[in-house]
């Protein structure tokens, strides 16, 4: 029988953890109607009003407790600009209790998802409404369950902690960051919070333990993969249609993915699935500027790492831009003075989840594919130029969501031949459409061999096509110039990965939850990211793990409706105050589950 620093809490009874559960229910409503909300390149919300907020509450709760100044340290980090969100934004850092290496950090993050283009709310987003379901009392609004309602459970266990704060052997810390939707691009300003409390205590801030209070289902994820991304702008010429080399381009990041796949060597059986994922999001096409936009989202496992799929990437990019500048696709190909006729290409995706997804990207590639091979059937003389005239909404932010899509194509040559090759066309979209759907059916086989849940089964991958009015390629590969493929990769996007180092801390943790909280505690990784990776490379000799009230993406936290019960805060409150119990109290007995 080991002797752990983990016990069940002693100090919280039955009545102080209603007291506290009625107040941060009480306090949640308040703050979720406090708009939040972070959007890329600005529209987004101030979290000055949230934060200061959040301050004045617990400095008045502190002041009515009687903590001396020495017991309270409270660091803010304001933001008068920020780059992306273009709205002020604050950092809060809060210590209370010694000053100390130990102890445990609560962290959370302030911002919200968007409900911009989210039109199913049954509720006002930012109106908190109260009901009762199935017996449970449910909150519904925009940041319950992602994740005000975790801040707020962290928030009570700390004023409960406050009450005997001068028996504290460890501190109990607080942080709020921002921007964490936008890809953690806060963590910059919390890095430097930590530092300014440093300076001012003369001491570093090495908690034992950081719980970023996302929501997982009371489950404890002690890793998650990293994450960067890449956004790809292809510029054509008279002479090279971006479109066409932006499905190259794709093709070329399909081909990276399988060569993931394949190598065993890069694969981490502690994820599902094991080896590194990426995900198209986007492609974008302007016939007018003949020019393109994709972006790619990956997700690297510890072996396969940041550089190694950078220079995959680098590379696919050197070759398309190589074919670019010394070939032409046939595609690109005018007539001048001859007939047009246009089509319009409907398609959508297929949720294929988030190892190889058969999303609208992949299915607007299969289609220039198919343009492609018929133009090059007849590149001899030309007889009918095809021309992709415009792309809407190919694709979806977050790769989660298949997406959906429309190419427009016209068709240029002798009207005969033009009925000629629209008879092909459709004939090579059926046989897509069946090799798309047969590869979803095999999929499907290999989910329920591993014995894990299948996908919808589909008749079709939902391309449909069909004659529209004429629309003029506006002579848009006519223009002049050079050809070229910008990669963007920007770093600050590139979230780390949690260290699985740590283990007996991680057994600790769930150990101390699952006493406090009379069940089992699972213990696994994490898909979806946080800002734990960022905060486990700042504080390296932290146990760095993700555990929080309510179901993520079950309670849409990233979607419509968003809602927490009030049964999952109290459970969040019981269980950080066995923490604070263990970490911070220092209280001790035998483990042995």
Same mark, same amino acid.
């Given at each position: 029988?080991?002797?752990?620093?983990?016990?069940?809490?002693?100090?919280?009874?039955?009545?102080?953890?209603?007291?506290?559960?009625?107040?941060?229910?009480?306090?949640?409503?308040?703050?979720?109607?406090?708009?939040?909300?972070?959007?890329?390149?600005?529209?987004?919300?101030?979290?000055?009003?949230?934060?200061?907020?959040?301050?004045?509450?617990?400095?008045?709760?502190?002041?009515?407790?009687?903590?001396?100044?020495?017991?309270?340290?409270?660091?803010?980090?304001?933001?008068?600009?920020?780059?992306?969100?273009?709205?002020?934004?604050?950092?809060?850092?809060?210590?209370?209790?010694?000053?100390?290496?130990?102890?445990?950090?609560?962290?959370?993050?302030?911002?919200?998802?968007?409900?911009?283009?989210?039109?199913?709310?049954?509720?006002?987003?930012?109106?908190?409404?109260?009901?009762?379901?199935?017996?449970?009392?449910?909150?519904?609004?925009?940041?319950?369950?992602?994740?005000?309602?975790?801040?707020?459970?962290?928030?009570?266990?700390?004023?409960?902690?406050?009450?005997?704060?001068?028996?504290?052997?460890?501190?109990?810390?607080?942080?709020?960051?921002?921007?964490?939707?936008?890809?953690?691009?806060?963590?910059?300003?919390?890095?430097?919070?930590? #530092?300014?409390?440093?300076?001012?205590?003369?001491?570093?801030?090495?908690?034992?333990?950081?719980?970023?209070?996302?929501?997982?289902?009371?489950?404890?994820?002690?890793?998650?993969?990293?994450?960067?991304?890449?956004?790809?702008?292809?510029?054509?010429?008279?002479?090279?249609?971006?479109?066409?080399?932006a499905a190259q381009l794709v093709i #070329?990041?399909?081909?990276?993915?399988?060569?993931?796949?394949?190598?065993?060597?890069?694969?981490?059986?502690?994820?599902?699935?094991?080896?590194?994922?990426?995900?198209?999001?986007?492609?974008?096409?302007?016939?007018?500027?003949?020019?393109?936009?994709?972006?790619?989202?990956?997700?690297?496992?510890?072996k396969a790492g940041f550089r190694a799929?950078?220079?995959?990437?680098?590379?696919?990019?050197?070759?398309?831009?190589?074919?670019?500048?010394?070939?032409?696709?046939?595609?690109?190909?005018?007539?001048?003075?001859?007939?047009?006729?246009?089509?319009?290409?409907?398609?959508?995706?297929?949720?294929?989840?988030?190892?190889?997804?058969?999303?609208?990207?992949?299915?607007?590639?299969?289609?220039?594919?198919?343009?492609?091979?018929?133009?090059?059937?007849?590149?001899?003389?030309?007889?009918?130029?095809?021309?992709?005239?415009?792309?809407?909404?190919?694709?979806?932010?977050?790769?989660?969501?298949?997406?959906?899509?429309?190419?427009?194509?016209?068709?240029?040559?002798?009207?005969?031949?033009?009925?000629?090759?629209?008879?092909?066309?459709?004939? #090579?979209?059926?046989?897509?459409?069946?090799?798309?759907?047969?590869?979803?059916?095999?999929?499907?086989?290999?989910?329920?061999?591993?014995?894990?849940?299948?996908?919808?089964?589909?008749?079709?991958?939902?391309?449909?096509?069909?004659?529209?009015?004429?629309?003029?390629?506006?002579?848009?590969?006519?223009?002049?110039?050079?050809?070229?493929?910008?990669?963007?990769?920007?770093?600050?996007?590139?979230?780390?990965?949690?260290?699985?180092?740590?283990?007996?801390?991680?057994?600790?943790?769930?150990?101390?939850?699952?006493?406090?909280?009379?069940?089992?505690?699972? %213990?696994?990784?994490?898909?979806?990211?946080?800002?734990?990776?960022?905060?486990?490379?700042?504080?390296?000799?932290?146990?760095?793990?993700?555990?929080?009230?309510?179901?993520?993406?079950?309670?849409?936290?990233?979607?419509?409706n968003e809602y927490i019960e009030r #049964?999952?805060?109290?459970?969040?409150?019981?269980?950080?105050?066995?923490?604070?119990?263990?970490?911070?109290? %220092?209280?001790?007995?035998?483990?042995?589950?």
């Amino acid at each position: 029988m080991a002797e752990s620093k983990i016990s069940k809490p002693q100090r919280s009874s039955p009545i102080a953890i209603v007291d506290a559960t009625r107040e941060a229910w009480r306090r949640l409503e308040e703050v979720v109607a406090i708009p939040t909300y972070t959007v890329f390149g600005g529209n987004s919300a101030s979290n000055i009003p949230y934060i200061d907020n959040v301050r004045s509450y617990i400095e008045g709760r502190m002041s009515e407790i009687g903590v001396s100044d020495k017991d309270l340290h409270i660091v803010e980090i304001a933001n008068t600009y920020d780059e992306e969100t273009r709205k002020p934004q604050k950092t809060l850092l809060i210590r209370l209790g010694p000053n100390t290496p130990g102890g445990v950090m609560f962290c959370g993050h302030s911002d919200v998802v968007s409900t911009e283009g989210q039109p199913g709310w049954n509720t006002s987003p930012y109106k908190p409404e109260i009901k009762i379901l199935d017996g449970e009392e449910r909150m519904y609004g925009r940041g319950t369950v992602d994740m005000k309602g975790g801040i707020e459970a962290a928030i009570q266990t700390m004023l409960n902690t406050a009450k005997n704060a001068t028996t504290l052997k460890k501190p109990v810390y607080l942080a709020i960051t921002h921007s964490e939707e936008l890809g953690s691009l806060g963590f910059e300003d919390f890095q430097k919070a930590l #530092k300014k409390m440093e300076e001012e205590s003369s001491a570093r801030v090495i908690p034992e333990s950081v719980i970023v209070a996302e929501a997982t289902d009371s489950d404890v994820l002690f890793a998650h993969k990293g994450a960067t991304g890449y956004t790809a702008t292809i510029q054509g010429n008279r002479h090279a249609n971006a479109f066409d080399y932006a499905a190259q381009l794709v093709i #070329k990041f399909n081909e990276i993915q399988e060569k993931l796949i394949r190598d065993k060597a890069t694969h981490d059986t502690a994820f599902d699935p094991p080896y590194a994922i990426v995900n198209l999001g986007i492609l974008d096409y302007d016939p007018i500027k003949n020019s393109a936009r994709i972006e790619a989202h990956v997700r690297t496992t510890p072996k396969a790492g940041f550089r190694a799929i950078d220079a995959l990437v680098k590379k696919a990019v050197g070759e398309v831009t190589y074919g670019m500048e010394n070939e032409s696709i046939p595609s690109s190909v005018i007539l001048d003075n001859a007939p047009i006729s246009s089509y319009e290409l409907n398609f959508t995706g297929i949720d294929g989840h988030s190892a190889y997804p058969e999303n609208a990207v992949n299915a607007a590639v299969y289609i220039a594919k198919t343009m492609q091979e018929i133009q090059t059937v007849r590149k001899e003389n030309f007889d009918v130029g095809i021309h992709f005239v415009e792309a809407r909404d190919i694709g979806s932010a977050g790769n989660s969501i298949p997406g959906s899509g429309t190419l427009y194509i016209t068709l240029q040559g002798g009207q005969s031949r033009i009925d000629d090759v629209w008879k092909d066309i459709q004939e #090579k979209i059926r046989i897509v459409d069946n090799e798309m759907c047969a590869e979803q059916r095999k999929k499907n086989y290999n989910l329920r061999r591993a014995g894990k849940d299948s996908l919808p089964e589909v008749t079709g991958f939902g391309i449909s096509a069909r004659q529209v009015d004429p629309i003029s390629p506006l002579n848009a590969t006519r223009t002049t110039g050079t050809t070229s493929i910008a990669i963007h990769h920007d770093e600050r996007l590139e979230r780390p990965l949690i260290p699985k180092s740590d283990q007996s801390g991680v057994l600790n943790i769930s150990n101390t939850l699952s006493n406090a909280l009379g069940k089992d505690i699972k %213990q696994g990784t994490g898909s979806f990211l946080t800002d734990a990776g960022f905060i486990s490379a700042m504080i390296p000799e932290a146990t760095v793990v993700v555990y929080g009230p309510g179901n993520l993406l079950g309670q849409g936290g990233h979607g419509v409706n968003e809602y927490i019960e009030r #049964k999952q805060i109290k459970e969040a409150i019981t269980g950080n105050n066995a923490l604070v119990d263990a970490l911070c109290f %220092q209280k001790t007995q035998s483990i042995g589950r």
